[in-house]
């Protein structure tokens, strides 16, 4: 079982799981939401809506619920590159997250492991750069 889990302020909140089966080159269940709210105080909840992958059709749903807590200090971030004629700038902090979660997958629960757990506090600046007059 795969499952992740995102939240921008900006775009909004995403959740998708992927379940395969014993032997399985292909998911046997699908599914993703865009829930409102995502992430509460140190805690993680989405409900989302499973699609058996080989005849479609709803079945059933995922619940992923967990706790969240910082895992160390936060580190600086700082990025900058050129891109579609804008400077973009990136600043902020990425922090570590220690999270224990797990899904009620078609009413059985599944403990997950969640080795990339992280947040970020970023702000983002896109400034256009100005062509430059080349002289001959």
């Given at each position: 079982m795969a499952v992740s889990l995102y939240s921008n302020s900006a775009f909004g909140n995403f959740a998708s799981v992927a379940v395969e089966g014993p032997g399985s080159q292909a998911p046997l269940y699908t599914g993703d939401a865009q829930p409102d709210r995502l992430f509460g105080d140190h805690t993680v909840n989405a409900v989302i809506p499973l699609t058996r992958s080989s005849v479609g059709g709803p079945a059933g749903r995922a619940v992923v619920v967990g706790t969240l807590r910082a895992a160390a200090r936060p580190?600086?971030?700082?990025?900058?590159?050129?891109?579609?004629?804008?400077?973009?700038?990136?600043?902020?902090?990425?922090?570590?997250?220690?999270?224990?979660?797990?899904?009620?997958?078609?009413?059985?629960?599944?403990?997950?492991?969640?080795?990339?757990?992280?947040?970020?506090?970023?702000?983002?600046?896109?400034?256009?750069?100005?062509?430059?007059?080349?002289?001959r």
């Open positions: 580190t600086d971030v700082h990025e900058t590159l050129q891109d579609g004629g804008y400077l973009i700038e990136t600043t902020g902090t990425r922090q570590e997250l220690a999270a224990t979660v797990r899904a009620v997958l078609l009413g059985q629960a599944v403990p997950l492991t969640c080795a990339d757990s992280f947040r970020f506090d970023l702000e983002v600046r896109r400034t256009l750069v100005q062509p430059t007059a080349h002289t």
